[in-house]
């Protein structure tokens, strides 16, 4: 394995891609996208699953905002899974603003009206659920929070969503280019080799779904399986994999065609050879640089399609954070100083996609692949 790695580091390929500054750096982003979407719950403020902890006392506040918030440590009952999908919603918490502090058995604190109210320590226990009711036990479930990018108009905070929304956009790139993949390769590949009938009736097909758009074929698959709302989420998936298989099919139909006119071919062809061995043994193999470079692109379009049907609502569906959908929800404030709830997600949404298709790019220079 690292006598491979080292082979790879070394190569042409590896030292022309080294050398394209933009798609290297492009390469970094897309594996720290990559890093965010695995680790979310370890690195977001709020670990509940979703990032779907409301509370309209803290609506719309502005990034930066700092509040204290009674909590009980309930991440010590959760186990590996809860660190990879989200911790079970808190049942109750205080939004304490600036001050508090004990007297008394008594916590005494500011709300957002600026005034100060007193609680009895036992009151709080019984609705928070904690069974410790000793001023110091209190004190230290007092936790300062801050909102980096602000809370949306339920009191969710804006980062934690947008964090774990970029698992939403990798999961869906990635089930899509594999789709795509699969259905492309196979297609292309059968039409390009064997011709004929074959071919006539594949590209028949190519054409009949190159001429549905992606919104249309996701609202027929929605509605069918309209009450099968747990599958909606992999409808989507589906949706777009079956609208971006098309173009793979086209080109590897090109170069299937192209290889097999190969002197080499057609020697494997005077030896005897089976078809399959042919076509995936010697044939496809010299496709890959192609597929590289066309997972990528694909990976941008896929990102591209998963926003604008969560823009549209056809999307994943709430709570699931998703950035199309966060830029649906906050577009009416375009124009407010509230604008940046809808424009961080579309920067988030446009250096995703920049940076893939960066990375395509550059790999298609690499492998010196005439476009």
């Not at 750096?25 to 719950?41: D, N, P």
């Not at 902890?53 to 909590?71: A, D, I, R, V």
């Not at 594949?202 to 099968?228: D, E, N, R, Y």
């Not at 099919?249 to 005897?272: D, P, W």
Request: proline share 3%; with cysteine; net charge positive.
């Amino acid at each position: 394995m690292r006598e491979k790695l080292s082979i790879f580091l070394k190569s042409k390929p590896f030292k022309r891609f080294k050398k394209n500054h933009l798609a290297f750096a492009s390469f970094f982003i897309v594996f720290l996208i990559v890093f965010i979407a695995i680790f979310g719950y370890f690195i977001v403020p709020d670990h509940t699953s979703n990032a779907n902890s409301q509370n309209l006392e803290l609506k719309l506040k502005k990034p930066g905002f700092c509040f204290y918030e009674l909590t009980f440590d309930y991440q010590k009952e959760g186990s590996i899974k809860n660190y990879f999908f989200g911790f079970p919603q808190k049942s109750k918490s205080i939004i304490i603003y600036d001050t508090f502090y004990t007297e008394n058995q008594r916590l005494i604190y500011k709300n957002q009206f600026n005034q100060l109210v007193s609680l009895p320590i036992s009151d709080i226990s019984i609705a928070t659920y904690i069974d410790e009711k000793s001023e110091t036990f209190m004190l230290q479930n007092i936790k300062k929070r801050t909102f980096w990018l602000g809370s949306d108009s339920l009191g969710r905070d804006v980062l934690s969503r947008l964090i774990l929304g970029a698992r939403i956009s990798l999961t869906v790139g990635f089930i899509a280019v594999i789709i795509s993949l699969i259905i492309g390769v196979i297609m292309g590949a059968m039409a390009g080799y064997f011709g004929g009938y074959i071919d006539k009736i594949i590209m028949w097909f190519i054409s009949v779904f190159w001429s549905i758009p992606t919104v249309l074929l996701s609202m027929a698959l929605l509605i069918a399986f309209s009450t099968q709302s747990k599958y909606q989420f992999l409808i989507v998936f589906f949706a777009i994999g079956l609208t971006m298989w098309v173009d793979t099919a086209r080109i590897i139909r090109g170069q299937v065609m192209q290889l097999k006119e190969m002197g080499y071919i057609q020697a494997a062809f005077s030896m005897g050879f089976s078809n399959a061995r042919i076509l995936f043994k010697h044939i496809l193999p010299n496709t890959y640089t192609i597929l590289l470079v066309m997972t990528s692109s694909n990976f941008a379009t896929a990102i591209l399609m998963e926003s604008g049907l969560s823009y549209l609502g056809l999307g994943v569906q709430p709570p699931a954070p998703s950035w199309g959908s966060m830029m649906r929800e906050y577009f009416s404030f375009i124009g407010s100083d509230l604008s940046y709830l809808s424009i961080i997600p579309g920067t988030c949404i446009m250096i995703a996609v920049f940076a893939f298709n960066a990375i395509g790019n550059g790999l298609r220079d690499a492998f010196d692949i005439k476009s």
